[in-house]
């Protein structure tokens, strides 16, 4: 049982924009290196005292209109379709009605979805006050899965330390397509195919996460994700490690 105290200080510190975990942090202190591949990305900030929670309720904040525009701008900027979340959130499940926007007119539409996953998170639910375009890497998906139909494709996480991996696996284990919507009926062999690492993806993926934990410190999980049309890893998110899912029976977790 969580007491009130403990809602009050998580409320605190999701709305301090010092907090570690928020895109807006983390992104702007990735290292510079040759290797080091991210998508094109634009940062998005709104006036915190214009609070978007109240489009639930059918109402629209004074400044909406010029930050849909905003969202748009930066979309034309990156390429169409686009990425869109929030700095802690990007509800991928839900992908078409959320975070894979198409053009600018799902763009109200893709706000609504993030919003509202935002405040059903949990009893608080999380800031919506700075948001993230991103440019959407080229794959090649194994299968779709979940109610957004959201396309699987080859990802990795690597546990860090500092500058010490601590481990690394595929992102998407078996279980998560249990009980979820699936495109194809072998999925499981398409996913163990994709979550084969080589020893050459090791080699890379552990020296570069290996940097990215030096440069920002402290315990975190840091997302890979493969372009076929690239031939190269991007790196698409972090996350401070006690906020991480971690692969069941590893014995680092």
Known sequence: MINQQTWIDLAKMRSDPNNRTRFSWWFPRLPSHPDIFVPKTKIIRRHQNHNLICLLDNKK????????????????????????????????????????????????SSIFKLV??????????FP????????????CPAFFAFYGHMPIVKERRYFVNDDQ????H???PPEAFYNSPVSVGRWKELLDEINIETDSEIELLTKLSSLVGATLGGKWSVDWMWSEHDQRWFLIDMGETKHSYHWPGCAKE
């Open 61 to 108: 904040p004074p400044d909406y209109d010029s930050f849909c525009n905003w969202i748009i701008k930066a979309g034309n900027e990156v390429g169409w379709p686009m990425f869109l979340r929030t700095d802690f959130l990007s509800d991928k499940h839900h992908w078409v009605k959320s975070c894979s926007v198409k053009n600018p007119q799902q763009v109200r």
């Open 116 to 125: 509202e996953t935002s405040a059903m998170a949990d009893l608080i639910g």
């Open 128 to 139: 919506t006050d700075c948001w993230v375009v991103r440019e959407q890497i080229l794959t």
């Open 165 to 168: 991996v601590i481990c690394h």
């Open 170 to 172: 595929p992102y998407w």
